[in-house]
């Protein structure tokens, strides 16, 4: 049950009947006795709540910083009219509008209300109740109440580093050959012999061959396909500090501070790993190669293998959609046992996490070895563009001794990079919005190279 | 050479781009570890009622409901055992507490003293002319009256025994007379010190409060310093009897000292006692034309008042009622990742710790610039500052002290230090 401001006001009018009544005790009986009468015939009218009908459609994934429509049919089975307000709850972060919906459904039939969902964060967003308060014919007094209608949007990553995509795959193609400038060296892999025809690389005649066919023939060469390549995303809590700036802004951010100098915080490092894993993925997919997805903090947090290469990449983004970063130390022991017991043939490891010194001190590092003695190690960590902007502070005292910081903390990142290197691991470290790109750069050189 | 236009394929979104067909990547790949199942993209739902029925109403409230009576039919029997005893009512004849007087009151009428409780000093004349004047009036610290009651109590024929402080007590005993800026007198066993039988028979008791001297003819007694708590003079063919405290009277001393014979000696003069207690209900105080403000207020104006309340709470209900819960979200922690390196260079500033701040920037620049010299990682010094200081032209000693040489003595060394460090790395690299 719940009122109306009429209810109020009728009383307040009440007051003045009271004010001017010869007999004002009696006077506020009779007030009070025909509010309340009103208020009971109201409530007797109103179309009833509880026996309202829900039904719920429409899209269930949303790409972040999209927008979604949650329809949701309303159908009045009862005898009288459903006239008044209905609110159909979503989390804020779920950004539903509007908030609330006119509502008026005559007997016997329905109604559709839409609520328009703009998501500010990734992950799945369930919705709550939908409350309907029904107002009597008088509009003093309504019913209301609550229905359950189980209904959840899934928020997948929105994938930006999907503009990068086209150019990696026209370099992609030279590698494969289908450029006209077919130069030796550009695959390791070997294709097939054919005829010598001026221009040929003179180191590419296969003599064998030639002695054979009494013909020079050269041999060709491809890039290697059907290699593996894991990518391993690091969800503990080094994935949890917040980089750059969000492209697209997040729910959850602390109000700033009035006059406060420092920046808002952008996204966590997480999401701009999964943004490069995608473009990865999407790469390797292209070039032939069977992408794994391990994401892992002390426990396997997702983990999608053996999709075909049509369904590899809504197989990653759904199963990406509702991690979120923990808040505990990642189990870097258990993180490299999980590697190789799902990983039995040797392949590309691409380890997205932070180069944190104290953190893979103690855990990566020590396990490194026998992870890069089986497979090809590439670890990709997302640098801080503030930590960089800090190194170049100058002038007053302060801003040099975080520039001092920046400077220490740039310099253990050095060296744990080239410590990596030393072990043959391959590391890229770049900005949040290069990280894409350079880690599918860095894909690409390895197999022009040949390594996978 | 010639690149053909590569055709740029279509990028979609990889599930969003085609949202009519399921999202079928269980079934493709049994392995995902997902938490929610893949569903058709499109689908209903059913709904159901959350909203509590009266069933459920009753069910889930009836534990409190029972609490509640239980509750209220305890105040409600406490209250009605209660109600006979007058508690926390100080001296008097109903109160059995400890700073009642009931002890007194029952003495009093053991003795065949007729004791009339009354509340108004109207009800007290009363009570005086059904006792045909031979009646003795006792008012306490405690009573209300007016100036206008206070005057017709004094010349009713009464005795008068007034105890404490009483209000409008210089005209009900015009004659006594409060010694200038004396002090109260600390209540204490006191001895009587005079002739007054009623105090020489009850001995030592314990006295204090207000003090008071007489006009001549008076009978002062317990005194304290130049006056006495208790006076006794006749004025006007009755007596007047004044006492500094009732303390003595209370159910707590009546058994000490000699208070219960005092105060049966001292209430017990007549064959009526009329005791005068404040009514339950406090005084109104009258204007000029002996109406308060409460009667001056018209009847309509408070129940319109009432009614307006009324009309707030209909409005608070309004407002208050809310449509549907509060939806709580789980929220992810929002920290930025430099905060680490800001509290480092904080650390920093708060120690001065300008050997260290001045290392690092000193590393980052070598680091930097080491390679663009042509030399290895591992470079000696003399090495780097002489390459360096070839190739910008700078002093040997001017670039080896900025490079390795001690930590800068100030803040202002130190920003001297990072700028020269800027400018040789500037210089390296444009040369």
Known sequence: MALTGRAGLLAALGALLVLIAPRPGLAVLGVCLLIAALIAVDLALAGGVRELRFQRSGERLVRLGGQVEAVLIVENPGRRRVRGVLRDAWPPSAGGTPRHHRLDVPPGERRRLVTTLTPTRRGDREAVTVTVRALGPLGLAARQGSHRVPWSVRVLPPFLSRKHLPSRLARLRELEGRHPALVRGQGTEFDSLREYVVGDDVRSIDWRATARRSDVVVRTWRPERDRRVLIVLDTGRTSAGRVGEAPIPLAGAAPQPAGGALPAPGWPRLDWSMDAALLLAALAARAGDRVDFLAYDRAVRAWVSGASRTELLSALVTSMAPIEAELVEADSAGMVAEVLSRARRRCLVVLLTDLNPAALDEGLLPHLPQLASRHLVLVAAVADPRVAAMAAGRGAPELVYDAAAAEHTQSERHKLTARLRRQGVEVVDALPDDIAPALADAYLALKAAGRL | ?431
């Open chain 2, 1 to 431: 050479m010639t690149q053909p236009p590569a055709p740029q394929p279509a990028v979609p979104h990889p599930a969003v781009a085609q949202p009519a067909v399921p999202q079928t990547t269980a079934t493709h790949s049994p392995a995902i570890h997902s938490p929610a199942p893949g569903r058709p993209s499109t689908s209903t739902s059913t709904s159901t009622s959350v909203s509590p029925t009266a069933k459920s109403l009753w069910r889930s409230g009836r534990g409190i409901v029972a609490i509640a009576l239980i509750i209220l039919a305890a105040a409600v029997v406490t209250l009605l055992l209660s109600s006979g005893q007058r508690q926390g009512r100080p001296l008097d004849p109903d109160d059995t507490s400890l700073a009642g007087s009931h002890a007194l009151a029952q003495l009093l009428r053991d003795r065949g003293v007729t004791v009339h409780r009354v509340d108004s000093a109207a009800a007290a004349e009363a009570s005086v002319r059904a006792a045909r004047e031979n009646a003795q009036v006792l008012v306490t610290g405690t009573a209300y009256l007016s100036e206008q009651e206070a005057d017709r109590l004094a010349s009713s024929r009464a005795d008068l025994l007034l105890v404490g402080p009483v209000p409008y007590a210089e005209r009900l005993a015009p004659d006594a007379t409060t010694p200038e800026g004396g002090q109260d007198a600390i209540s204490r066993s006191r001895d009587p010190g005079c002739f007054l039988p009623a105090a020489v028979k009850a001995g030592s008791a314990y006295l204090g409060g207000l003090t008071y001297s007489g006009p001549a003819g008076a009978i002062g007694c317990y005194p304290a310093g130049d006056a006495y708590t208790l006076l006794r003079y006749p004025q006007g063919g009755h007596t007047v009897t004044l006492v500094g405290s009732g303390d003595f009277m209370t159910n707590q001393r009546l058994a000490e000292d000699g208070n219960a014979a005092l105060a049966l000696n001292l209430a017990g003069t007549r064959p009526t006692l009329i005791w005068l207690v404040p009514s339950p209900e406090p005084p109104q105080v009258a204007g000029a034309q002996g109406k308060s403000f409460n009667d001056l207020i018209p009847a309509g104006v408070k129940w319109g008042a009432l009614q307006l309340a009324l009309a707030v709470l209909l409005v608070a209900f309004w407002q208050g009622r809310r449509l549907g819960p509060v939806v709580a979200e789980k929220l992810p922690v929002v920290v930025r990742a430099a905060e680490t390196v800001e509290g480092r260079g904080r650390l920093y500033r708060a120690r001065r710790a300008r050997a260290r701040a001045a290392d690092a920037l000193r590393t980052g620049t070598l680091h930097r610039i080491t390679p663009r010299l042509g030399l290895p990682p591992g470079a000696g010094w003399e090495a780097v500052v002489s390459a360096v200081a070839g190739r910008t032209g700078h002093d040997t000693g001017r670039v080896g002290a900025a490079l390795y040489g001690p930590p800068p003595a100030d803040d202002a060394g130190l920003s001297a230090l990072a700028d020269y460090l800027d400018s040789l790395e500037r210089q390296v690299k444009d040369s």
